[in-house]
């Protein structure tokens, strides 16, 4: 069975720090994975989608990288803005389609 | 776009009360999942759609619950009866044609008391 961790569950950082969130999983066959942000009272927003094939990801300030024979994803988020206070969660997709198991989330808080 | 819409954005009922929960997907998407979130089992997939069809309920927890696709604009979750650890916020979610990532929508916080 599928287990998707992440590590720690919540995270404060200072205003341009660059915040580094990790996710691991149990079962290296997966079909793809994904990051998602949730900010309170609200759904999720997809950030970034790496397929098993793909090492990484990047969209702005965002980058994902992608270690399956170690069963690891870290989510870099650079010179980090109060705006990215939010909780971020990590999904696996196994091998049927839009079957997501989710991590628990990471917390963080980026103070002023 | 407006994105997924899910409606109610809250609902509070009293134990073996029938609830019924809407979503209305992104035009065009053919995928439409259910979720539901807690804190103690985070989230958790109910069911999925694609064009229109169930494809996968192995999610959904007892009998009581039920998801219906009528068209591709218009899904339902019905829960009868509802019972107290029911409570959380379950979310809709769609994606488009050739493509994994899922567009969520606002989520309905139910409480059933």
């Known amino acids: 069975k599928q287990e998707v961790t992440q590590i720690p569950a919540a995270l404060s950082v200072p205003e341009g720090e660059n915040l580094v969130l990790n996710c691991s999983f149990t079962d290296s066959a997966i079909y793809n994975l994904q990051w998602f942000r949730q900010d309170p009272g609200k759904g999720l927003t997809s950030l970034l989608l790496i397929q098993s094939s793909q090492r990484e990801q990047t969209s702005g300030r965002l980058n994902a990288s992608l270690d399956k024979s170690s069963g690891r994803s870290t989510l870099y988020i650079a010179a980090s803005q109060p705006g990215d206070s939010a909780t971020y969660l990590c999904?696996?997709?196994?091998?049927?389609?839009?079957?997501?198991?989710f991590g628990s989330g990471t917390q963080v808080v980026v103070t002023p | 776009d407006a994105g997924v819409i899910q409606s109610p954005r809250h609902e509070v009922t009293e134990m073996g009360q029938e609830v019924t929960l809407r979503c209305k997907p992104i035009?065009?998407?053919?995928?439409l999942f259910w979720y539901r979130q807690t804190m103690m089992r985070g989230l958790e997939l109910l069911i999925y759609f694609n064009n229109n069809v169930p494809i996968d309920d192995s999610g959904m927890p007892e009998d009581r619950f039920s998801a219906k696709m009528p068209n591709a604009s218009f899904s339902t979750l019905k829960i009868q009866p509802s019972e107290p650890r029911d409570s959380a916020v379950y979310f809709c979610?769609?994606?488009?044609?050739?493509?994994?990532?899922?567009?969520f929508g606002s989520g309905t916080q139910l409480s059933v008391l």
């Open positions: 035009s065009g998407h053919d995928y």
């Open positions: 999904a696996v997709e196994r091998s049927s389609w839009g079957k997501l198991q």
């Open positions: 979610a769609s994606s488009p044609p050739g493509n994994e990532k899922l567009f």
